[in-house]
Nanobody, 124 residues
Framework: QVQLVESGGGLVQAGGSLRLSCAAS????????MGWFRQAPGKEREFVAG????????YYADSVKGRFTVSRDNAKNTVYLQMNSLKPEDTAVYYC?????????????????WGQGTQVTVSS
């Protein structure tokens, strides 16, 4: 079992930055691929970024590539999402997710554990 708690969301102006954190508990955290997803009102949850268990590989949705950076600190059982150059269309609830095993994944169904989400609102 892995429990996930996100933090760091808030209100920011367009062009600003936020850093989200996801604190994980559970002995297998360092073995999990981790992902960030987001869900805007009236839309489906979508993949944002992922990072493999060692941090050796990161991958991103085209819509955030070059602006967002995912990282992890296995010693702290924490994964981060640094978001720069934020746009109003980035407004959503952001979710942290953990995937059993070490393979990558971009679908909601690929992930087994989810946090409760944190709201990010970008004003124009």
């Amino acid at each position: 079992q892995v429990q996930l708690v996100e933090s760091g969301g808030g209100l920011v102006q367009a062009g600003g930055s936020l850093r989200l954190s996801c604190a994980a508990s559970g002995r297998t955290f360092s073995s999990n691929t981790m992902g960030w997803f987001r869900q805007a009102p009236g839309k489906e949850r979508e993949f944002v970024a992922g990072i493999t268990w060692s941090g050796g590989r990161t991958y991103y949705a085209d819509s955030v590539k070059g602006r967002f950076t995912v990282s992890r600190d296995n010693a702290k059982n924490t994964v981060y999402l640094q978001m720069n150059s934020l746009k109003p269309e980035d407004t959503a609830v952001y979710y942290c997710a953990a995937k059993k095993g070490r393979s990558t994944g971009v679908a909601v169904s690929d992930y087994d554990y989810w946090g409760q989400g944190t709201q990010v609102t970008v004003s124009s």
